[in-house]
């Protein structure tokens, strides 16, 4: 279980040791989305799965993606946490084969609740699945400079003392993070409606590369 006296190393630790314990209740989430698949006459198709470990009750989210019916088999799989700590809600995604995690703490929702979504009705673990629903297969970033930082320092004033590190973009908007060895901490996001003309220039290179990795993964079925 996660505790508030925990560091984001001990975080990334116990999220990484608890999902082993899970293995079988992902095996049973395969198969039920194997059965959906097949039965589905909509594609692309996605599910997620809510699985609370045995001992230690921490939350995770298997989320399953077939971009056509053949890929039943091997579809895509991304696995989050969501834990709470007393100021709020987080949410820990994994990547398992680089043993990283990218953790979204409780002001990136706030923002993301206000600049994108502008629902005052939705819990805050609501705001949450909402977010993995439109953005849960990843990012495309790029190291931050000045401009970046700039641009971060604007819509941020309270933190502008952060450095940092990268800058990303998803289907949504763009986000900026702090890279802290094999953890990244994603601080913020911000539509592109919120942009002046020279900010979206900035940022334009960083969306055609999350455009182009997205029409590699998804093809024809990526509609931008």
């Not at 039965?39 to 045995?54: G, V, W």
């Not at 990843?138 to 320092?153: D, E, I, L």
């Not at 986000?175 to 990244?184: D, M, R, S, T």
Request: proline content about 3%.
């Amino acid at each position: 279980m996660i505790v508030s006296s925990m560091t984001l190393n001990e975080i990334h630790q116990e999220l990484f040791s608890d999902l082993r314990t899970l293995e079988s209740k992902i095996d049973s989430c395969h198969r039920d989305f194997k059965r959906k698949v097949l039965k589905s006459t909509t594609y692309p198709f996605s599910l997620s799965y809510d699985c609370r470990t045995k001992l230690k009750k921490n939350l995770f989210v298997v989320n399953l993606y077939a971009s056509k019916r053949g890929d039943f088999a091997k579809p895509l799989i991304g696995i989050c946490g969501i834990y709470n700590r007393p100021e709020g809600n987080y949410l820990a995604a994994l990547a398992l084969e680089k043993n990283m995690t990218t953790i979204f703490p409780p002001h990136f929702f706030k923002r993301y609740r206000e600049r994108i979504v502008k629902e005052v009705k939705l819990s805050n673990e609501e705001i949450i699945k909402h977010y993995l629903n439109r953005n849960g297969w990843g990012f495309v970033a790029a190291p931050s400079n000045a401009k970046y930082q700039g641009v971060y320092n604007i819509f941020e004033a309270e933190m502008n003392d952060t450095n940092l590190s990268f800058v990303c973009v998803n289907s949504e908007g763009f986000c900026f993070g702090e890279k802290l060895g094999n953890i990244n901490v994603i601080k913020t996001i911000i539509s592109e409606d919120m942009l002046i003309a020279d900010q979206k220039v900035v940022f334009a290179q960083l969306k055609a590369g999350f455009e182009l990795s997205n029409k590699s993964m998804f093809g024809a079925r990526y509609s931008g």
